[in-house]
């Protein structure tokens, strides 16, 4: 199998598993409806993928260390199968908890592995390309999903059961079969199958940075649904979703072309702004701005911090790969989950209107804290040391 081959696979799984974690978002309304819970539950249910996927990055980030690449992609899409086979079978807020919990495992399964088994396909001296293959291939996957279910809810009609849920059911435990096949070119270690996550040196700045987009995808994916329901706008949620992260996949050539550092900060100022157009859309009652807004944040989000970030750490832990990856990923989910379940409690308090201009104050201030002090950082190893570039 050559080695362009064996990436595109690679690429397909680390696809599908990512697929499955949103495919059931533009059913949010329908779960807590059948359930009768509020705007807290919900977002309580989205996070709880990060309770998944936290532990998961914790203690068996370097888990494909020991037992090989392969044997976590092949899990990671059958919890996919579960999953989804949960919703479909009972269709409630507890199991939408139960499922998210087993999605947030596989993510990280599948990608502490990914990116790892990647750049041993690739060649050490194509990490960065190994970086953006993987990051397009799970921007896509997390988007695709809930778009994917939107259209199908847009062409069946109202149902539990979406298109979108049958492919994945089909496919992922192919592709599960194709992973296990794929050439064996890492060299297992004996180490011990729970391993703490690595913090490579001087990429503080790069893990606050993935906090703080992914807090404002987070955001995106779990509260800004429920407003747009809320206004009549709910059969839109697929496609504000796709956008909240397929524009970021767009973004990562251009990324590419830049220094993590210059990547970085321009991620750190389209993160705010694209929340504020995109809060000035919901405020108004402008879809548009609703969607120039997600597409901001997107750019953000999924291209130019997420591409720089993985990067960075990639290129400084090349022997502790997987590690260094689930570490990047314990600041990135720390964000995604814990501003969206405070945002929910906020909404049910105060309204979802309220919690969203909340956040994105509290959004503002973080950013401008942390690049102060990147670029003192930045200026103190020598005086004649440059800023980075904003």
Request: proline share 5%; charged share 10%.
């Amino acid at each position: 199998m050559t080695k362009k081959v064996s990436a595109s696979l690679l690429a397909l799984g680390l696809f599908t598993v990512t697929f499955a974690v949103n495919l059931q978002a533009p059913l949010y309304d329908v779960y807590a409806a059948e359930s009768n819970v509020g705007a807290t539950a919900v977002t309580v249910a989205f996070a709880a993928y990060a309770a998944g996927l936290m532990p998961t990055l914790m203690l068996l980030g370097g888990l494909s260390d020991r037992i090989g690449r392969r044997i976590p992609i092949a899990m990671a899409l059958l919890l996919g199968v579960v999953a989804t086979v949960l919703l479909v079978q009972v269709p409630s807020w507890s199991s939408l908890v139960i499922a998210r919990l087993f999605l947030g495992v596989g993510t990280g399964l599948a990608t502490t592995a990914g990116t790892a088994y990647m750049t041993e396909i690739l060649g050490e001296d194509r990490s960065r390309s190994a970086a953006l293959i993987v990051t397009s291939a799970t921007s896509l996957g997390f988007g695709g999903g809930a778009l994917a279910t939107g259209i199908s809810l847009g062409l069946q009609g109202p149902t539990l059961l979406p298109a979108s849920y049958i492919a994945l059911i089909v496919a992922a435990p192919l592709l599960a079969i194709i992973s296990l096949v794929l050439p064996r070119v890492d060299r297992p270690k004996q180490v011990s199958v729970l391993r703490l996550p690595v913090f490579p040196k001087g990429t503080w700045v790069f893990g606050v940075a993935m906090a703080l987009a992914w807090s404002t995808t987070g955001m995106t994916i779990a509260v800004v649904p429920l407003e747009l329901a809320a206004n009549g706008l709910g059969g839109w949620t697929g496609l504000v979703i796709f956008l909240a992260i397929f524009v970021g996949f767009l973004c990562q050539p251009i990324a590419r072309r830049m220094t993590n550092s210059q990547s970085l900060a321009l991620g750190f100022v389209l993160i705010p702004l694209g929340f504020l157009v995109l809060l000035a859309g919901v405020w108004l009652h402008l879809l548009a701005l609703v969607l120039i807004g997600t597409c901001i944040t997107s750019a953000a989000s999924y291209g130019f911090s997420y591409l720089a970030s993985l990067s960075e750490v990639s290129l400084r832990a090349p022997q502790d790969r997987a590690r260094a990856t689930a570490g990047l990923f314990v600041y990135a989910y720390f964000g995604f989950s814990l501003p969206v379940i405070a945002s929910g409690a906020l909404a049910d308090m105060l309204g979802l209107l309220t919690a969203m201009t909340v956040f994105s104050a509290v959004q503002i201030v973080v950013t401008v804290i942390i690049v102060t002090m990147w670029k003192r950082q930045s200026a103190r190893p020598t005086a004649n040391a440059p800023s980075p570039t904003f």
